[in-house]
């Protein structure tokens, strides 16, 4: 338990040191999250190589290689560029690699030369690991890079982590009944329902500091989401929806984590955290949130 807070806190520490403190340099905390998500590609390829499966390593470094121009240049339309790469560089190793170079026949009855390759389980392998959480992690590049940035990344930050937050210690204190045994033994229907508070109360914490108290405005992109309703009431409104659903998604993104980790046999995604596992076992419920941010960026004009 100590060493699973302190590891918190000193990411925590070293998030908001990115945040508050390179921006003034003009470093973008999203182009450093960009290192971490082909930390995660990574951790994702060594989970489907342990649940039995041969994704295309030259597929994802393209991928990872293309990602951070593409998306810096082309901005949302950069991630879907980005999920090309991987898929058109998958379809063509995954075709290449059976057809092309000698082959014998399996025996003598034969006609089709047998060379072994990919199946195609493990392309499609390769492609949803260029989905998630290639694609979904670059999502950081346009939100970061709106009128609105600093605002987007941290509704990004502190809603799934304030859920995942409370829905650990609401668990601990009153959770009974199990959510999901068979996916995750130790999470129980009151941790989720904590979860989504906690959701709003990250969502009420941004609200606090950039609508309603105008703090943040000292930081440049810091934006509001006045810009959206044109007044605080209305904004505050569309925190507290965002808490909710941003809180729910989280929950199902450390589920669907959880499930991916199950079925391939592991404990955590890695080891690079103390107590927390790896990239992925860390940003699990932020991948889910990400889209969703995006969207509400994307529909009022922001990004």
């Not at 806190?9 to 508050?20: D, K, N, S, T, Y």
């Not at 304030?162 to 995750?184: E, H, N, V, W």
């Not at 103390?274 to 990400?290: K, N, Q, T, V």
Request: proline letters at 4%; aromatic letters at 12%.
């Amino acid at each position: 338990m100590l060493k699973r807070i302190v590891t918190a806190v000193c990411i925590l520490a070293v998030l908001f040191g990115c945040i508050f403190g390179l921006r003034s340099l003009e470093f973008q905390l999203a182009d450093i999250l960009t290192v971490l998500a082909f930390l995660g590609v990574f951790e994702m390829y060594q989970a489907f190589k342990r649940a039995g499966y041969k994704p295309i390593p030259t597929a994802l470094i393209l991928g990872c290689v293309a990602a951070f121009p593409l998306t810096y240049f082309f901005m949302a339309d950069g991630v879907m560029l980005t999920l090309a790469v991987v898929t058109i560089s998958a379809l063509i190793i995954f075709t290449l690699k059976h057809n092309l170079g000698e082959a014998k026949p399996k025996n003598e009855e034969e006609d089709v030369p047998v060379k072994e390759g990919y199946s195609l389980n493990d392309m499609f392998a390769t492609i949803f690991v260029g989905i998630y959480p290639l694609s979904l992690f670059m999502l950081f590049l346009p939100v970061n890079h709106s009128e609105a940035g600093l605002l987007g990344i941290m509704l990004i930050i502190a809603v799934p982590v304030m859920a995942d937050t409370m829905a650990y210690f609401t668990g601990m204190a009153i959770g009974k009944r199990k959510l999901c045994p068979q996916i995750s033994p130790k999470k129980t229907v009151a941790g989720a329902v904590g979860g989504i508070i906690g959701g709003i109360i990250g969502a009420l914490i941004v609200f606090f500091l950039f609508d309603y108290s105008g703090a943040m405005s000292v930081f440049p992109n810091a934006g509001s989401m006045e810009l959206i309703k044109g007044n605080l009431y209305g904004s505050l409104g569309l925190y507290i929806a965002l808490g909710v659903v941003g809180g729910a998604l989280g929950e199902l993104g450390d589920l669907a984590a959880s499930w991916i980790k199950r079925k391939a046999g592991i404990k955590d995604f890695g080891k690079l955290f103390p107590g927390h596992g790896g990239i992925m076992d860390r940003l699990d419920s932020i991948l889910f949130m990400l889209p969703l941010v995006y969207l509400v960026f994307a529909v009022s004009g922001i990004c």
